[in-house]
């Protein structure tokens, strides 16, 4: 039989975009490598606003990663005898619902598993696979931004589309940064009715 760690484990850091996920994400990264640790860092393939092959925070805090367009493919990045100890994910919300079970898996077999996404869409509702691996982490670290119209927590994304907040049926996904989305608390946020 064979013999498994007792040191996976499962972190989350979730919050609205502009809260610093990426930003903690890239520390534990580094803290990682001052450790020694034999760390795999991976990005979904649709994410390259700022780079094709490194995690980039909005303050330009970057790490070299891995683009992977199904959450299946990191198995492909374990090799047998290779001693991996951690596994970091950025933006694990537009993979697929597979990853909740390849963590889980990847935990199981003894590695940390660290990864950082939206909790919530520009609606307001939760995002894809995230609650489902809030359920399973370990340990979750939630992050707010300032709202950038009271300057309370902010714990939501808003939209904007043509200087307007999105409607309730835009698309789920659209890659960006501050050029259409800005963080607000539950009092700001808004949206508007489809015609």
């Known amino acids: 039989m064979e013999q498994v760690s ?4 499962i972190e989350i850091i979730c919050g609205p975009m502009f809260a610093g996920k990426s930003e ?6 580094k803290r990682l490598e001052y450790a020694k640790k034999n760390t795999l860092v991976f990005k979904p393939k649709m994410d390259n606003r700022y780079s094709e092959d490194e995690i ?3 303050s330009k805090l970057h790490t070299k990663s891995i683009n992977i367009e199904k959450a299946s493919d990191i198995y492909k990045y374990i090799k047998s005898g290779n001693k991996i100890d951690a596994i ?3 933006e694990v919300q537009f993979l697929d619902s597979e990853i909740v079970e390849i963590c889980s898996d990847l935990a199981d077999k003894g ?3 660290i990864a950082a ?3 919530m869409d520009f609606r307001g509702e939760p995002f894809k696979n995230v609650p489902e691996l809030l359920a399973k982490a370990e340990y979750i670290t939630k992050l707010t931004a300032i709202c950038v119209k009271c300057g309370a927590p902010a714990t939501m994304t808003q939209r904007i589309v043509n200087g307007e907040p999105a409607k309730k049926d835009d698309p789920i996904v659209i890659v960006g940064a501050s050029e259409c ?3 607000r608390c539950r009092h700001c946020h808004e ?4 015609r």
């Open 181 to 183: 989305y800005e963080p």
């Open 111 to 113: 590695i940390r598993v």
């Open 88 to 90: 970091v994910i950025d």
């Open 6 to 9: 007792k040191t996976g484990w």
């Open 191 to 194: 949206l508007k009715n489809s």
């Open 117 to 119: 996404g939206l909790d």
């Open 56 to 58: 980039v925070s909005h």
């Open 24 to 29: 903690e994400l890239i520390r534990r990264v």
